[in-house]
């Protein structure tokens, strides 16, 4: 198995192949072996498991994947790599190579059509600037028992954040409902080239069978987050009332009062059984009463 985290090994590739960084794709390459082999390891891959992997780049992961999993399909945008991944990772027959963007691809059908008696597991080495989209994907697609990603490290504290912290977001909220997060290792600038400018870390998301609360409206809870996170500085009822144009500010002040919620409170404190319980009696109010406007 060719090592392609040996600094020379890469140059060689790189000069072989005529193979450029690209900063549009976010490209950083790892050249510490140590990091792709503990990836795979505590993202806990075994022979029962089908894993998607997304930008396999020069193929460091997608070989621990491989020597563990049952299956691998890796999706890479980068078409240019093609060559490169064939001397790589060529090897396995458990690894199907797909060319395309992982933001396009219907995972569902993917995971059902690859996956057949395996468990869907993801791990990926995501390129900063496409973090959000593809986890947000991920997690949307309901496929996967787990999804560990490499991320920027700011990312990875502000996915396992704590409500009233100064890392809590809409995007901590969204991931935690649909997951179980938890942060692994960290990763230095110097195991990558070329080198980040910052940290990087492994976060695990354990995907949950169920919301972490009863939610009536899917859709309309991460309205509501969104409206309590858009207005961070502004207190809860004036968030909501920016965010919920359709109710009067007096309506909204009502509401939180009947969920025992201060509106004095910021969004930033709240939890998702709170979240949830403002999200419900917004949507039996807007049920109840016709809305102001559409």
């Known amino acids: 198995m060719l090592d392609v985290c040996n600094a ?70 980068d078409t240019t790599l093609r060559p490169v991944l064939e001397r790589t990772v060529g090897e396995f027959d458990n690894l199907e190579l797909l060319f395309c963007d992982a933001l396009k691809a219907d995972l569902p059908v993917l995971t059902a059509e690859k996956f057949g008696g395996l468990k869907p597991m993801a791990c990926a080495n995501l390129p900063y600037y496409i973090t959000s989209p593809v986890l947000t994907k991920l997690l949307e697609s309901k496929c996967f028992s787990s999804i560990t990603v490499m991320v920027q490290k700011e990312v990875a504290q502000r996915i396992c954040a704590k409500p009233g912290t100064a890392d809590y977001s809409a995007f901590t909220v969204l991931c935690n409902y649909y997951a179980q997060p938890a942060l692994l290792f960290d990763v230095p600038p110097d195991c990558f080239m070329p080198q980040p400018k910052v940290w990087s870390a ?39 009332s920016a965010g919920f144009g359709e109710l009067s500010k007096a309506e909204i002040a009502a509401l939180l009062e009947r969920c025992g919620i201060a509106p004095t409170l910021r969004g930033e404190t709240l939890g998702i059984a709170e979240f949830a319980d403002i999200a419900n009696a917004i949507g039996v109010r807007r049920n109840d009463v016709p809305s102001h406007t559409d």
């Not at 900063?23 to 990091?35: D, H, I, P, S, Y």
């Not at 949950?208 to 809870?221: T, V």
């Not at 207190?235 to 909501?240: D, V």
């Open 8 to 77: 020379r090994v890469m140059k060689s590739l790189l000069a072989e192949y005529g193979f450029h960084f690209s900063k549009a794709k976010g490209q950083n390459f790892l050249t510490q072996r140590w990091v792709p082999q503990q990836i795979a390891e505590e993202s806990g891959v075994d022979r029962t498991c089908g894993v998607l992997e997304i930008g396999p780049g020069f193929g460091p992961l997608t070989q621990e994947l491989c020597l563990r999993a049952g299956r691998v399909v890796a999706l890479e945008v």
């Open 202 to 240: 492994v976060v695990c998301l354990k995907t949950r069978a169920a919301p972490p609360a009863q939610i009536a409206d899917e859709a309309l809870f991460f309205r509501t987050v969104r409206a309590a996170f858009g207005m961070r500085r502004k207190t809860l009822l004036n968030a909501l």
